[in-house]
């Protein structure tokens, strides 16, 4: 009777510790299987990452050829202003000139 009784409390508690183990294995397998997701989804945002990296840098040196060419641009009309200017002066003295020498050329 006793020895029985040891026997079953032993079997119960081997059932329990079995049916402990086997949830902590399922538990393992979940775990693992998350990670397993989660290095997947790791992998393809640092490779996301990457390529929004590269078309930073992209954009980036867009932008400094456009700044590059805006620059020449202003220089370019800083110099035609400074023409247009020059001309507009020499036809303005042109002009008085030549009114100079209508005056005179009607004294005469």
């Known amino acids: 009777g006793n020895l029985e009784k040891m026997c079953r409390t032993i079997e119960d508690q081997l059932s329990e510790l ?9 538990q393992l397998n979940d775990i ?3 990670r397993a997701r989660l290095q997947t989804e790791n992998g393809e945002f640092s490779r996301q990452l990457e390529e929004k990296d590269a078309l930073v840098s ?6 400094q050829a456009y700044t590059q060419q805006i620059e020449e641009l202003k220089r370019h009309v800083e110099e035609e202003v400074k023409a247009k200017n020059a001309l507009a002066h020499g036809v303005q003295s042109a002009r008085h000139d030549c009114d100079l020498l209508r005056e005179q050329f009607e004294e005469e």
Not at 18 to 26: G, H, L, P, T, W
């Open 32 to 34: 693992n299987a998350q």
């Open 18 to 26: 079995k049916a402990k183990n086997d949830e902590n294995v399922r």
């Open 58 to 63: 992209q954009l980036t040196r867009g932008k």
